[in-house]
């Protein structure tokens, strides 16, 4: 019986109701369809039951009661409307069972040691409420195997790892393995659930324990039972989200392929322009060179015409002063000449000066 709680709004519960067709309903009805080959005559505990259909599983199986927990009331409450004689729920923490020690033949316990903070703690507590010869069918994610980065798994184990855990509260552990296939499947259809089924089956893949998706174990303080073997099929609608998955990524894949051509491309341009960038700066540092050294030629021309006009204005200098001197020196000439034409015996002479004129001249010619 399905117990839907599509309102409660609890992470990471499988719900038949709504994934009955997906490979996550085969690998969860598996596991309780493998337990329910234990369960005939015993009182059960599934600890951590969720919405509650395994518990109907193992009551269907033959299990004298079934005890389900979990801790989310919500989850619970919604269960307990489809309670029955040999099924009651109850809410309650896994760490701190409110049962008396040895209460229960049979525990299940599938997918939920991953979740908790203290797996250690859990299983003493269930080793707690397993009866004398009880057995403990339990699993968790293979962690070599199980895909990472699920945020509700505190922790999840590898085989070894998983095994060791359970010795750590069990004396006897017996592991198996749950594989996750895509089968084929021929048998004669019929109109009600057809429950278990014999099937001739082989394996193709998956012969060694440490390659499975999710490790399966029996646990218990006494001997072990031989443990059952059960397959649940499930429809193909998981493998056609797939394709469309594929196709998706498919496209995604194409329009990152032309993305990428365009980033080289502009990459490509990106370089061009770098390799113009460092020929430009090559230019306008042989250019700068060059002023700088016009700039030098230039001072050194400013220096020599500085000089040049230092020495002008020497050379000037000293020409005025020169200039100064003769003018003085024929000031004084002019002034001796003005005191000679002057004097009483420069007029005196004067005709005297006219006679030797006249001889000089030789006489006249007519």
């Known amino acids: 019986m399905a117990v839907h709680a599509a309102d409660t709004e609890v992470p990471e519960r499988f719900e038949p109701a709504t994934m009955r067709e997906e490979l996550l309903a085969a690998e969860h009805l598996a596991r309780y369809e493998w337990a329910a080959g234990l369960a005939p005559g015993r009182r059960v505990l599934d600890a951590g039951c969720g919405t509650g259909y395994g518990a109907h599983i193992l009551a269907a199986a033959g ?47 599938f997918e939920v040691i991953e979740h908790v903070p203290d797996p250690g703690a859990v299983l003493g507590e269930l080793a707690r409420v397993l009866a004398p010869g009880g057995v403990l069918a339990i699993s968790s994610p293979n962690a070599d195997r199980y895909p990472p980065g699920n945020p509700h798994h505190v922790r999840e184990f590898t085989t070894d790892e998983f095994r060791a855990l359970l010795a750590e509260a069990f004396r006897e552990v017996r592991l198996l393995a749950q594989h996750q296939w895509v089968s084929s499947a021929v048998f004669e259809e019929r109109e009600l659930n057809p ?34 073997a059960a397959a649940a099929l499930t429809g193909t609608v998981e493998v056609g989200r797939w394709l469309e998955h594929f196709d998706e990524q498919q496209r995604m894949l194409a329009d990152q392929a032309d993305y990428l051509a365009n980033l080289q491309e502009i990459d490509a341009e990106r370089r061009e322009l770098g390799i113009r960038l460092i ?21 050194d021309s400013r220096a020599e015409l500085t000089n040049a006009r230092g020495e002008c204005e020497a050379t000037r200098a000293e020409l005025a002063a020169e200039l100064a001197g003769t003018r003085a020196e024929l000031q004084g000439v002019m002034d001796t000449m003005d005191g000679v034409w002057g004097s009483l015996s420069w007029r005196c002479t004067r005709p005297l000066r006219g006679v030797k004129s006249l001889a000089r001249r030789g006489p006249a010619t007519g």
């Open 195 to 228: 429950g278990a089924l014999t099937v001739r089956t082989t394996k193709a893949v998956g012969r060694e324990l440490g390659t499975e998706a999710y490790t399966v174990a029996l646990a218990g303080s006494s001997t072990l039972p031989e443990p059952p």
């Open 63 to 109: 299990a004298a009661h079934v005890t389900a927990v979990d801790t989310a009331g919500a989850v619970i409450e919604a269960a307990r409307s489809h309670e029955t004689a040999r099924v009651a729920f109850d809410q309650a923490d896994i760490a701190r069972l409110p049962h008396e020690n040895g209460s229960f033949d049979l525990i299940t316990c």
């Open 279 to 299: 020929s430009a700066e090559a230019e306008l540092t042989e250019a700068r060179a060059g002023l700088e050294a016009t700039r030098a030629e230039l001072a």
